[in-house]
């Protein structure tokens, strides 16, 4: 099981970041964010998963 972002996909709100920290950083100098843990089973992935409004974080 990996996290994974859509980078297609991601409009770079920064919610999952705000979310869960943890796991999600933004990229810098870019409008999207990354996963830093893909392998984090922190409860707050699937806040941020159930919170992006473009759904590009699935696992
Ligand atoms: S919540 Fe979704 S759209 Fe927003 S930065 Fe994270 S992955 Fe991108």
Redesign the pocket.
Known sequence: MSIV?DHEE????????ELCPEV?SMIPEEE??MVTAPDSTAECVQD?ID????T??SR
């Open positions: 972002i991601c409009i770079g709100c920064e919610t999952c970041v999600f999207k964010a941020a919170a992006c409004p473009v590009a974080i």
